[in-house]
């Protein structure tokens, strides 16, 4: 990640979310308060893909790291496609994820809060579960 000031000037340096063999793909951030961010992205374990998301101090320090991850796990879906996701800072030191579900075709869209590196709605809350391919747009 890299931090810039108002003027465009570096602030942190290289200051990586994670590192590693792993595929870490679609990443999205966003300013929290008092110079804090959050950094969602997509992470491809042995062929499956989750949901990562993380905390940053204004000095690019990782604050949510539970058990020793990289970040806290969006949901605990297993077997289906997890894609393009995107958050928003929810006013109270978390953010609130919002992504694709792709079960066998049929693309959904579900939501989770995160706060204090604790997922608190649930699995997710679905938004949109439809037959068929939501359309775009």
């Known amino acids: ?9 570096k ?3 290289e200051t990586p979310v994670l590192t590693g063999g792993l595929d870490q793909v679609e990443p999205r951030a966003v300013a929290g308060a008092a110079g804090e961010s959050f950094v969602v992205w997509r992470q ?15 000095a690019g320090v ?20 997890l894609r393009k996701p995107d958050l928003v800072y929810d006013g109270a030191g978390g953010v609130v994820v919002a992504f694709e579900v792709d079960v066998g ?21 679905p938004v949109c579960v ?7 747009g």
């Open 105 to 125: 075709g049929d693309i959904n869209i579900h939501a989770q809060r995160i706060a204090d590196s604790v997922v608190l709605w649930g699995d997710v809350l």
């Open 44 to 58: 491809i374990f042995a062929g499956v893909a989750t949901l990562l998301v993380q905390k940053t101090s204004a």
């Open 11 to 13: 602030l942190w340096g």
């Open 130 to 136: 439809a037959l068929g391919r939501v359309p775009a």
């Open 62 to 81: 990782g604050l949510w790291t539970p058990g020793g991850l990289p970040g806290v796990f969006v949901t605990g879906m297993s077997g289906v496609d």
């Open 1 to 9: 990640g890299e931090r810039l000031s108002g003027a465009g000037v």
